[in-house]
């Protein structure tokens, strides 16, 4: 079995920043793309992030410039940082990854439970 567990979450002033941290764990042989969703309330879940297992990354429109992804191949972790927020950036932030299981070498899509950040006006 896989777990992705997100930390980082919290309550910030607009224009403050946070850090957002997932660390899987569980029998991996590989994870390819990483990437964080967010959901706020009464909308549907929507890309933030995405990091390729080789660095590359992509952001929605709305924290270009504001987020950075990060990841550590070693550890397994991914991270967002995220400066400059917004009230609008309120929401459950989600980790997904695409992970490739040791022994049966199933590949498929996992996600954590969530994290709430509640930025403040």
């Known amino acids: 079995q896989v777990q992705l567990v997100e930390s980082g979450g919290g309550l910030v002033q607009a224009g403050g920043s946070l850090r957002l941290s997932c660390a899987a764990s569980g029998s991996i042989f590989r994870i390819n793309d990483m990437a964080w969703y967010r959901q706020a309330p009464g909308n549907q879940r929507e890309l933030v992030a995405t990091?390729?297992?080789?660095?590359?990354?992509n952001y929605a429109d709305s924290v270009k410039a504001r987020f950075t992804i990060s990841r550590d191949n070693a550890k397994n972790t991914v991270t967002l940082q995220m400066n400059s927020l917004k009230p609008e950036d309120t929401a459950v932030y989600y980790c997904n990854a695409n992970i490739v299981l040791a022994v049966t070498m199933y590949g498929g899509d996992y996600w954590g439970k969530g994290t709430l950040v509640t930025v403040s006006s």
């Open positions: 990091i390729t297992r080789g660095g590359s990354t």
